[in-house]
């Protein structure tokens, strides 16, 4: 680990050379439950591990009862069209939600507005999970913690919202005291807890011994994990 010189060169066929250095530091690669990038690691991409999701620190719905997926006259409500379930759409659905249903105090909106600065480095790309990102959510809920987990002791629920509309009306959402899914009204309240999607740019990298060569510029906004 550390911090080191590369130098390479290039050449054509007609035999023109050039060559360069660049400054890149050692790193080890991030894990399940590191706290870097904003938050706490949640999943590190399996293909490539300079790609992951991150959880907020805290939930974004301060309130105990948890906040609505849409907080509008639902006699006017809209299709989002925010239906991708999969990890690396949350974004996408995030942006979808906002588009379609404009500024407000709900769920999507609460996780675009949230920001937080870290050792000098503010992170402001977050968003509402997918139904699958919200999943890696609860599968690593313990470890992290900070989450509400305990259906006995809260009176208002445990459930938590995603980004993915399962129709007009509804929108998918995971009880984090059991991991069960379900499909719920969008004015019914739920807890909120953002995610942003980190990307380490790198000249290369290599797994060997569970490091990475990454340049010094990092955490380049990226939305896809």
């Known amino acids: 680990l550390g911090f080191y010189t590369v130098t390479y060169s290039v050449s054509d066929t007609e035999g023109n050379n050039s060559s360069a250095s660049r400054l890149v530091t050692v790193f080890e690669s991030p894990v399940v439950g590191d706290l870097k990038n904003g938050g706490y690691v949640v999943w590190v991409n399996p293909t490539d591990p300079s790609k992951g ?15 609505v997926w849409y907080d509008g006259d639902f006699n006017t409500l809209p299709e989002t069209g925010a239906t991708s379930t999969a990890i690396g759409t949350g974004s996408s659905n995030t942006d979808a939600i906002i588009a379609a249903q404009g500024s407000g105090s709900y769920a999507a909106q609460l996780c675009a507005d949230y920001s937080v600065t870290v050792d000098g480095i503010t ?24 989450f509400t987990d305990d259906v006995t002791t809260e009176i208002y629920g445990d459930y938590y919202w995603s980004s993915s509309e399962s129709s007009k009306y509804y929108a998918w959402d995971q009880d984090f005291f ?4 379900e499909s719920s009204d969008k004015n019914y309240p739920n807890l909120v807890r953002a995610v942003r999607a980190y990307w380490l740019y790198y000249l290369f ?21």
């Open 53 to 67: 999701l991150v959880s907020a620190l805290v939930d974004q719905s301060t309130d105990i009862r948890g906040v």
């Open 123 to 146: 992170y402001d790309d977050w968003f509402l999970p997918s139904k699958d990102e919200l999943n890696l959510l609860y599968l690593q809920h313990t470890l992290i913690g900070g």
């Open 178 to 181: 059991d991991g069960s899914d």
């Open 205 to 225: 990298y290599s797994q060997v011994g569970g490091f990475l060569l990454e340049e010094l510029l990092t955490n380049r906004e990226q939305t896809e994990c």
